[in-house]
């Protein structure tokens, strides 16, 4: 079984509950370090102005390269459902390894916190939450509902697997657990 993510582009309006809520559940200092981020796109010329959001947590990648980069194996993926955990334990911290992790994730999951030799974070699905059954607090959070999360199989049952939504570039090399159905284009009628 793989969990994943399920993002509506044409839902989220970049409020950043998502991320709010990320960051306290999770006691993410305010900071730099976030484990949910929001990317906004803004393309065209008025009045056909098109803008969209895109909400970026660690996907979970089927192939997770992050824990192929990291010299202490510090990063896993979970045979049960797919998460990739972070032992912070055996994490060599920022000044370490010089964050690999970071490096290699096409999506910049990995996050460091700003202390000297800050150890690797990121997000977990809200493992402990997952694990009593309930959804990642991000996707509690969404007021709109443009985030979900559950079995990737069940996500693609929603929606045909789009792979590039505004904002997105899927990595054929890690193939991340996410679905979405994206925000599309209207042309203004003039």
């Known amino acids: 079984m793989q969990i994943g993510f399920y993002f509506d582009q044409s839902r989220c309006t970049g409020c950043g509950a998502c991320q709010v809520a990320c960051k306290d559940w999770h006691d993410i200092p305010a900071?730099?370090?976030?484990?949910?981020?929001?990317?906004?796109?803004?393309?065209?010329?008025?009045?056909?102005?098109?803008?969209?959001?895109?909400?970026?947590?660690?996907?979970h990648c089927l192939d997770p390269i992050c824990g192929k980069a990291c010299p202490a194996r510090a990063i896993s993926k979970?045979?049960?459902?797919?998460?990739?955990?972070?032992?912070?334990?055996?994490?060599?911290g920022k000044d370490g390894c010089r964050t690999e992790?970071?490096?290699a994730c096409p999506y910049k999951a990995p996050q460091f916190g700003?202390?000297?030799?800050?150890?690797?974070?990121?997000?977990?699905?809200?493992?402990?939450?997952?694990?009593?059954?309930?959804?990642?607090?991000?996707?509690?959070?969404c007021p709109t509902r443009a985030l979900d999360a559950g079995v990737l199989s069940g996500l693609e049952a929603r929606c045909a697997r789009i792979l590039n939504p505004e904002g997105f570039a899927f990595s054929r090399r890690t193939k991340p657990a996410?679905?979405?159905?994206?925000?599309?284009?209207?042309?203004s009628k003039q």
């Open 31 to 59: 900071g730099p370090e976030n484990w949910m981020r929001i990317l906004y796109s803004e393309r065209g010329p008025y009045p056909d102005v098109f803008v969209s959001y895109l909400a970026i947590p660690c996907y």
């Open 101 to 103: 992790c970071l490096t």
């Open 178 to 187: 996410i679905v979405f159905k994206p925000k599309l284009r209207v042309q």
């Open 78 to 92: 979970r045979d049960e459902d797919g998460i990739v955990v972070v032992d912070r334990q055996a994490c060599l």
């Open 114 to 141: 700003p202390e000297t030799s800050a150890k690797m974070h990121k997000c977990d699905f809200c493992v402990d939450r997952w694990e009593e059954g309930k959804k990642p607090v991000c996707a509690e959070a």
